[in-house]
T-cell receptor, first 114, second 117 residues
Framework: ETGVTQTPRHLVMGMTNKKSLKCEQHLGHNAMYWYKQSAKKPLELMFVYNFKEQTENNSVPSRFSPECPNSSHLFLHLHTLQPEDSALYLC?????????????FGSGTRLTVV | AQTVTQSQPEMSVQEAETVTLSCTYDTSENNYYLFWYKQPPSRQMILVIR??????QNATENRFSVNFQKAAKSFSLKISDSQLGDTAMYFCAFMKGSGAGSYQLTFGKGTKLSVIP
């Protein structure tokens, strides 16, 4: 049990599809993050939510749409993606103001866009 | 903006031996934190060790220790008595302690470590 659960584990989607990634944590954390991990590149921070409010959007294309309905759940809605969007998408959480102790990560969703 | 550089894409070590992974970073901040994360094939990023920049003493966690050289902006990870379960990608990460963008992790590209039986 990792504390942060991501579903699905794998996802293959066409460029015209709409899909969603889900992240769930029951650690009592109130900050949640989406990261993109591509081969040969550093992890890229995509979005940050603190107390359900988006506080960071790292110039992410609008085909990625985050949603945070409560402090325990985070979604990433995907539509009209490109093949270069294929990557591992990692969700993480921390206690707001306590991030200096590190984040708790999920196991990621491996996304393939065909 | 902060940058984190890991100059060793891949490394290998014999089981029970010691290995050191390198990390350098660039920042103008004085208040920050440094981390080493491990990502095994299961893909989950696991925190290995962390260091607070204002502490001169190097952090240690069992077989894992760091050599933190603040002036040189260097933060290397030493793994002693390497075990097969240490085989993984290792990421060095930086976090600002205050101001805009604080408490957000900036990662290096990672070092793939293989422990050989």
């Amino acid at each position: 049990e990792t504390g942060v659960t991501q579903t699905p584990r794998h996802l293959v989607m066409g460029m015209t599809n709409k899909k969603s990634l889900k992240c769930e944590q029951h650690l009592g954390h109130n900050a949640m993050y989406w990261y993109k991990q591509s081969a040969k590149k550093p992890l890229e921070l995509m979005f940050v939510y603190n107390f359900k409010e988006q506080t960071e959007n790292n110039s992410v294309p609008s085909r990625f749409s985050p949603e945070c309905p409560n402090s325990s759940h985070l979604f990433l809605h995907l539509h009209t993606l490109q093949p270069e969007d294929s990557a591992l998408y990692l969700c993480a959480s921390s206690q707001e103001g306590q991030g200096r102790f590190g984040y708790t990560f999920g196991s990621g969703t491996r996304l393939t866009v065909v | 903006a902060q940058t984190v550089t890991q100059s060793q894409p891949e490394m290998s070590v014999q089981e029970a031996e010691t290995v050191t992974l390198s990390c350098t970073y660039d920042t103008s901040e004085n208040n920050y934190y440094l981390f080493w994360y491990k990502q095994p094939p299961s893909r989950q990023m696991i925190l290995v060790i962390r260091q607070e920049a204002y502490k001169q003493q190097n952090a240690t966690e069992n077989r894992f220790s760091v050599n933190f050289q603040k002036a040189a902006k260097s933060f290397s990870l030493k793994i002693s008595d390497s075990q097969l379960g240490d085989t993984a990608m290792y990421f060095c990460a930086f976090m600002k302690g205050s101001g805009a963008g604080s408490y957000q992790l900036t990662f290096g590209k990672g070092t793939k470590l293989s422990v050989i039986p």
